[in-house]
């Protein structure tokens, strides 16, 4: 997702709190959703669920 893309979704989103559920695997430490969003702990808050498939 491009980060102009995600700009725009986040200022549609009219009620608190506002909620946005992503599945996500940035390709790099750097990338922009990670380092912006996903570490910016003091601005967003950030659930990290991991589920795995045991068969």
Known sequence: M???TLLEVMKR???EP???IFD???DHP???FKT???DNIDV???YNLVFM???
Do not use: G, S
Request: proline residues 4%.
């Open 44 to 46: 967003y808050r950030i």
């Open 30 to 32: 750097a990338h922009y």
């Open 24 to 26: 996500t695997n940035p």
């Open 2 to 4: 491009h980060n102009e």
């Open 53 to 55: 498939i045991i068969l």
């Open 36 to 38: 912006d969003y996903i």
């Open 18 to 20: 506002a909620i946005i």
């Open 13 to 15: 989103l009219k009620h």
